[in-house]
């Protein structure tokens, strides 16, 4: 259990270090563009899931994580670690990106462009299909699982690319709760943590009727 927690705190790190750095660092330059910020957020997966996959599924994301406990493919205790270390590693993700650039751009909080009820709609749909891509291409027994992090990966830099300006596309609640918490933009964090983990119990509920 120990080395499954140390990847997912490695991943969950560097997929949000790597993935807020952009928002800030294209603050900063301007040379990365929406569609740089999105690539790199989906790269870092595809990437973190094929180094971390094999020892603790690389879930890198509470939402995931509660996905799969709903499925039954990980036990309560094991969640709830999971969890917790999900959450701690976004936390220190943004704590070293203030250190080094300070409070820009929120440090890459997600934030609603419109109204509330937008964003939370589209956090649970992205949230959903990312969940059910997961099941279908990285649980299933007939998926071919060697390219599970290439649908993975382009399934976050898509849902990114396309729904990023509007509503952040967050897709994981420690992404989300690093930045607000140590940026102190909480006042929609709830969306994130809410929207993010009921589109993943959905998409678990689902697949297990259709799977069944």
């Known amino acids: 259990m120990k080395k499954k927690l140390i990847a997912e705190f490695l991943g969950t790190y560097f997929l949000i270090f790597a993935g807020t750095g952009a928002v800030v660092i294209n603050e900063l330059t301007g040379s990365l563009?929406?569609?740089g910020i999105a690539l790199t957020f989906g790269l870092v997966v595809m990437a973190l899931i094929y180094t971390f996959g094999h020892i603790s599924g690389a879930h890198f994301n509470p939402a995931v994580t509660i996905g799969f406990f709903v499925n039954g493919d990980i036990q309560k205790r094991d969640a709830v670690y999971y969890v917790i270390i999900q959450t701690l590693a976004g936390i220190t993700a943004s704590l070293t990106m203030i250190g080094l650039f300070g409070n820009i751009a929120n440090l890459g909080a997600t934030l609603p462009r419109d109204t509330w009820q937008q964003s939370f709609i589209l956090e649970f749909i992205?949230?959903?299909f990312l969940m059910f891509i997961?099941?279908?291409?990285?649980i299933?027994?007939?998926?071919?699982k060697s390219f599970a992090g290439i649908a993975i990966g382009a399934t976050v830099g898509l849902e990114a690319m396309f729904a990023g300006p509007i509503c952040g596309a967050s897709m994981n609640p420690a992404r989300s709760i690093g930045p607000a918490l140590v940026s102190g933009s909480l006042q929609h964090l709830w969306i994130y943590i809410a929207a993010t983990i009921l589109g993943a119990v959905c998409a678990a509920v689902l697949y297990k009727i259709i799977h069944e």
């Open 126 to 128: 992205l949230t959903f």
């Open 33 to 35: 563009t929406h569609v």
């Open 140 to 144: 299933h027994g007939k998926a071919v």
């Open 134 to 138: 997961i099941f279908g291409s990285a």
